[in-house]
């Protein structure tokens, strides 16, 4: 089953079954209470009737005033019986006929056989009249309550019938109603793909859906950053080879006119090595817009020690000092492998132009952000320089010799997961720091 509606419309279903029969069993049991109430209370009445009609002789015998008796039990078999026991005599209503009424002994109520197959609601008890201590019993014949009960009950029953059904046809009109947001949400993500809206408006959007219309709001602006981005990587790249290119046919030309000599030669190697220059470039700026966050949390700490170990060994002949100051707890939302990309291009750019040392230094912000910086001592960037290596469509690794392309690429990764990077002069050592800010967690 996996329909919303027909879930909830069977879940809900269940509780209004199971309401519905609590409600009938309470309902019925109070009729029966109700029933037996009233019986009790026309037995009193018959009991006070008979205790007026009742008489005591000199000897101890009783008897009834005829004229006080109610005619109801001089009928036999009308459904109405008594009897009086002392210890002289017995009294028994002529409504009995030549049948007994058996009851059992003691005070209390009963529902015991009777004649002609009644079944009957016994009252019985005690009493003192005239200073003679007597037992009086009294019964009804249940027939006639217990068919108004019967009644009582079909009546219930169709009423019941007809509340569940609305109550079932309201609960599911509700579901309804309360299924519409999402409704409005299928249509707001074709009228997406048809290109009538840029995003989904979480106006009047209920507290329950709204997370969802944000996550997905969250994953258009990645997608249509990454669109953008590799649209732009395109026009760089046409850009960047259109130049080679045109050396690439000059001096093609002038080998097939025989006109070759070194300079050509160089020229071709010289525009094919710049194409594959550009080519690196922009395939390293793909894989780092293809990159999309998968909120998968990387140890900054462990990280930074593993490309350390690396490049400690790659220039272990140079003596560079790497100083280290990253918390152990500190973590970060992001690809490893993208992580490592970018601690590896800012280090290694730090110990080539390091004289003897380069720090790395990390630190959660109040505002829920990462700040790394990467720090060396060696001759630094002017701004110039910085203006050239971060500037849009700037051919980094032509303008700016060892810095462009390794700090281009960390730019485009560090921008894929929302961060920035800025590049300044380092205040403790001189050199070049590199800081890029990433978000602890992805928007």
């Known amino acids: 089953m996996n329909s919303?509606?027909?879930?909830?419309?069977?879940?809900?279903?269940?509780?209004?079954?199971?309401?519905?029969?609590?409600?009938?069993?309470?309902?019925?049991?109070?009729?029966?209470?109700?029933?037996?109430?009233?019986?009790?209370?026309?037995?009193?009445?018959?009991?006070?009737?008979?205790?007026?009609?009742?008489?005591?002789?000199?000897?101890?015998?009783?008897?009834?005033?005829?004229?006080?008796?109610?005619?109801?039990f001089q009928r036999p078999f009308s459904g109405h019986y008594y009897r009086v026991e002392t210890e002289a005599n017995r009294l028994v209503s002529r409504s009995l006929w030549d049948e007994t009424l058996v009851v059992p002994d003691g005070s209390g109520t009963w529902r015991v056989p009777g004649p002609m197959g009644q079944r009957l609601f016994v009252l019985a008890d005690r009493y003192e009249k005239d200073g003679h201590r007597f037992r009086l019993v009294v019964a009804e014949d249940l027939s006639g309550v217990e068919q108004v009960v019967s009644r009582m009950r079909r009546h219930y029953a169709v009423v019941m019938g007809i509340l569940g059904m609305i109550l079932g046809m309201g609960l599911i009109w509700m579901l309804r109603a309360a299924l519409k947001p999402l409704e409005r949400l299928r249509r707001d993500l074709q009228a997406l793909h048809t290109g009538e809206l840029r995003a989904l408006?979480?106006?009047?959007?209920?507290?329950?859906?709204?997370?969802?219309?944000?996550?997905?709001?969250?994953?258009?602006?990645?997608?249509?950053?990454?669109?953008?981005?590799?649209?732009?990587?395109?026009?760089?790249?046409?850009?960047?080879?259109?130049?080679?290119?045109?050396?690439?046919?000059?001096?093609?030309?002038?080998?097939?006119?025989?006109?070759?000599?070194?300079?050509?030669?160089?020229?071709?190697?010289?525009?094919?090595?710049?194409?594959?220059?550009?080519?690196?470039?922009?395939?390293?700026?793909?894989?780092?817009?293809?990159h999309a966050p998968v909120g998968q949390r990387v140890a900054l700490g462990e990280a930074v020690e593993e490309v350390v170990g690396v490049l400690r060994q790659a220039h272990a002949d140079r003596a560079l000092r790497f100083v280290l100051e990253v918390p152990e707890e500190l973590q970060v939302c992001a690809d490893r492998e993208d992580l490592l990309e970018v601690l590896g291009n800012l280090l290694d750019n730090g110990a080539k132009w390091a004289r003897s040392r380069v720090a790395i230094r990390a630190r959660e912000t109040a505002g829920d952000a990462v700040i790394l910086r990467v720090e060396d001592d060696g001759p630094g960037m002017t701004r110039r320089?910085?203006?050239?290596?971060?500037?849009?469509?700037?051919?980094?690794?032509?303008?700016?010799?060892?810095?462009?392309?390794?700090?281009?690429?960390?730019?485009?990764?560090?921008?894929?997961?929302?961060?920035?990077?800025?590049?300044?002069?380092?205040?403790?050592?001189?050199?070049l720091a590199a800081v890029v800010v990433l978000p602890r967690q992805l928007a």
């Open 4 to 72: 919303i509606l027909l879930r909830l419309s069977a879940w809900l279903g269940v509780g209004l079954l199971v309401m519905l029969g609590l409600t009938w069993f309470f309902a019925d049991r109070l009729m029966e209470r109700v029933a037996e109430r009233f019986l009790v209370e026309d037995l009193q009445h018959d009991v006070e009737s008979l205790l007026l009609a009742l008489r005591f002789d000199a000897d101890g015998r009783a008897r009834l005033d005829a004229s006080r008796v109610e005619p109801v």
């Open 385 to 431: 320089e910085i203006a050239a290596v971060l500037g849009r469509g700037a051919r980094l690794d032509e303008s700016v010799p060892g810095h462009g392309l390794g700090l281009a690429i960390v730019r485009d990764l560090v921008e894929t997961y929302g961060g920035r990077l800025f590049l300044e002069r380092s205040p403790s050592l001189g050199g």
């Open 201 to 290: 408006s979480v106006a009047g959007a209920p507290r329950e859906i709204r997370p969802l219309v944000d996550e997905i709001n969250t994953l258009l602006g990645v997608l249509r950053e990454r669109l953008d981005r590799q649209r732009k990587a395109l026009g760089n790249l046409a850009h960047a080879i259109k130049t080679p290119l045109t050396v690439i046919f000059q001096h093609t030309a002038e080998l097939r006119r025989g006109d070759c000599d070194e300079s050509a030669v160089s020229g071709l190697f010289g525009a094919a090595e710049s194409i594959r220059r550009v080519t690196e470039r922009e395939l390293q700026r793909a894989r780092a817009a293809g």
